[in-house]
């Protein structure tokens, strides 16, 4: 008698006092019955208990079923395996002949099966597959009708860059995934392909429905693998060719390239041509007819081209055109401090020095040897009367 009690106390809707029908606000699909407790007047007409699929742009009938005759109370089972997808439900009590609504629960709100998501927090571009763990709780059933479920690899963007628009990179679908405790997805290391933060999304391809489970973020690190180098300490000489060594992690794309660069003494640089990076080989040849004395240097960067076309920067490796006449690299060291200012009050001028460090005089390096700059120092006496 108290657990009935109790039943009839959960959450309803009474369209008429002497009608009533209770049920639980929140159901895991999959997971057992359902139970729909019931009052009715002894003189009530012929009913039908409805379960009714609401929150979308017109309703859904998913299921129903007859209240007996000759009870003013009972309860009416739905088996398990009625409620085969997420989303908000209510069960309506009506009339046979004029579907009158008498009585109606609150909305139900059904969920997806609890599924835990694991991933690892740190990874880098290009450099290992990356295996999803999902656990999943246990099921007591199986739906009455299939649906087919994905796990989407999801690009949220670079850390500072929160306005970015979530993109899915690749779906995998999942087979017999929901009825295993525990299951695994390889997601391949080519999709890793940028810095930034990344996640797992687990959802089905039923419209209108929530997804199943979102994991952690993952942090996508740029590869240490990433490096670019000349075996020489400047351009020229040159002979023939000059070969650019560089490596890379193991899974790179075909849109990689090595971009050549001249730097002048004053502006920025200057492209001068590219060479794509076959995977598997490590080294490139330059034709020498490429680079001229116009540049003070000329710089190799290895770029990395992600599958939507974005462009990286990653390593820089910059070489003097030119040697001094003992062969060593005519360049200039760091530059000193500033001197003292050169007034003891008021407006005045203070300097800092470099060194050209070379086998000659300072005419090697291109370039001033002197700075200077304005300073003040405070007010002179008698400047404020």
């Known amino acids: ?25 929140a159901f895991t699909i999959l997971s057992g ?34 209240v007996p005759e000759k009870f003013t109370k ?3 089972v ?34 997806w099966p609890s599924v835990t998501v694991h991933v690892p927090l740190m990874v880098e571009t290009y450099s290992s597959n990356v295996i999803v763990q999902l656990y999943v709780q246990p099921l007591k059933c199986k739906p009455r009708s299939s649906f087919t479920t994905f796990v989407d690899l999801v690009y949220e963007g670079a850390a500072q860059a929160s306005w970015h628009e979530p993109t899915v990179l690749t779906s995998k679908e ?15 290391c080519e999709f890793f392909d940028r810095a930034g933060n990344y996640t797992v999304h687990v959802r089905t391809d039923i419209p209108h429905t929530p997804e199943v489970a979102v994991s952690d973020t993952i942090l996508v690190m740029w590869s240490h693998r990433y490096s670019v180098s000349v075996a020489k300490s400047s351009v020229q000489p040159c002979d023939g060719s000059l070969s650019v060594i560089y490596h890379y992690p193991r899974c790179i794309l075909d849109q990689d ?16 041509r590219e060479s794509r990076i076959e995977n598997g080989k490590h080294s490139t040849k330059l034709s020498c007819d490429i680079f001229q004395d116009e540049f003070q240097e000329y710089c190799f960067s290895f770029v990395s081209i992600a599958r939507n076309g974005a462009v990286f920067d990653l390593k820089t490796h910059c070489l003097p055109t030119l040697t ?3 062969g060593l690299i005519a360049n200039w060291n760091d530059w000193g401090p500033w001197s003292e200012c050169s007034a003891t009050c008021g407006p005045g001028v203070q300097s800092r020095y470099r060194l050209c ?16 700059q304005s300073c003040k120092k405070e007010d002179c006496p008698g400047w404020n009367i």
């Open 1 to 25: 008698m108290l657990i009935w009690l109790l039943l009839a106390l959960l959450p309803s809707t009474r369209v008429r006092a002497e009608y009533w029908i209770s049920a639980e606000e």
């Open 33 to 66: 019955d359902i139970e729909v407790l019931y009052g009715i007047p002894s003189s009530a007409p012929n009913l039908r208990l409805q379960l009714v699929q609401v929150g979308l742009n017109e309703e859904k009938l998913v299921a129903k079923r007859d």
């Open 74 to 76: 009972g309860r009416i």
């Open 78 to 111: 739905f088996p398990c395996g009625t409620f085969e997808k997420a989303g908000q439900f209510v069960f309506r009590l009506l009339t046979v002949k004029q579907d009158k609504i008498m009585a109606q629960t609150k909305t139900i709100d059904v969920r």
């Open 174 to 188: 999942l087979t017999g995934w929901m009825w295993n405790s525990a299951f695994d997805v390889v997601l391949d």
């Open 257 to 272: 390239r090595i971009r050549v660069y001249g730097k002048a003494p004053r502006g920025p640089l200057k492209y001068i």
């Open 324 to 326: 001094d006449s003992r």
């Open 357 to 372: 460090v070379s086998a000659t005089n300072s005419s090697d390096c291109v370039g001033k040897a002197v700075q200077t």
